[in-house]
T-cell receptor
Framework: DSGVTQTPKHLITATGQRVTLRCSPR?????VYWYQQSLDQGLQFLIQ???????AKGNILERFSAQQFPDLHSELNLSSLELGDSALYFC??????????????FGPGTRLTVL | AQTVTQSQPEMSVQEAETVTLSCTYD???????LFWYKQPPSRQMILVIR??????QNATENRFSVNFQKAAKSFSLKISDSQLGDAAMYFC?????????FGTGTRLTIIP
């Protein structure tokens, strides 16, 4: 158990809908990262927040947005869902803003299925 | 942009034998970190080993070791005395600017 929690574990929805994925980092960690893993692919970095502020942005679609709240939990919002958005979405956390100095701890992931 | 390449989509090894997984990367930076992550069927991402680019000594964690060739931009993972529990997808990852760039993975099968 990494100490990072993600809810829900599974999510099934229809095209065009909007969903919210939630992540709680390990106690004391200030950075939260979101990754997308499509079927049998490597993880693609989406976005990073550090202490409530956006720190780095990767291949995140405009239909997707995220935020980190004062209690440091983070939410990833996915809207106008398409079939291709079906994937495993991971959240990771680390103590500081520079991940190279701090190991990223991964949550168990949320499996999103868009029908 | 940094890229990470794993040229072996699948590998298999007899239990108790040694296997080496390959990884190459492309970067113009001199200071960075490299990682190997394991993803078993549970899909949990588990850090196996990490290497700091400024350290010439290859990292070792029990049965896992790396062969880091900075000039060649190569970072292979050696698993000794393979066990059934080592069966998983293995991802090589690069970290140079606060985000991880992953390779496409190598699926490792352990033959009893």
């Amino acid at each position: 158990d990494s100490g990072v929690t993600q809810t829900p574990k599974h999510l099934i929805t229809a095209t065009g809908q909007r969903v919210t994925l939630r992540c709680s980092p390990r106690s004391g960690d200030l950075s939260v990262y979101w990754y997308q893993q499509s079927l049998d692919q490597g993880l693609q970095f989406l976005i990073q927040y550090y202490n409530g502020e956006e720190r780095a942005k990767g291949n995140i679609l405009e239909r997707f947005s995220a935020q980190q709240f004062p209690d440091l939990h983070s939410e990833l919002n996915l809207s106008s869902l398409e079939l291709g958005d079906s994937a495993l979405y991971f959240c990771a956390s680390s103590p500081g803003g520079r991940s190279s100095y701090n190991e990223q701890f991964f949550g168990p992931g949320t499996r999103l299925t868009v029908l | 942009a940094q890229t990470v390449t794993q040229s072996q989509p699948e590998m298999s090894v007899q239990e108790a034998e040694t296997v080496t997984l390959s990884c190459t990367y492309d970067t113009s930076e001199s200071d960075y970190y490299l990682f190997w992550y394991k993803q078993p069927p549970s899909r949990q991402m588990i850090l196996v080993i990490r290497q700091e680019a400024y350290k010439q000594q290859n990292a070792t964690e029990n049965r896992f070791s790396v062969n880091f060739q900075k000039a060649a931009k190569s970072f292979s993972l050696k698993i000794s005395d393979s066990q059934l529990g080592d069966a998983a997808m293995y991802f090589c990852a690069y970290d140079g600017n606060e985000k991880l760039t992953f390779g496409t993975g190598t699926r490792l099968t352990i033959i009893p």
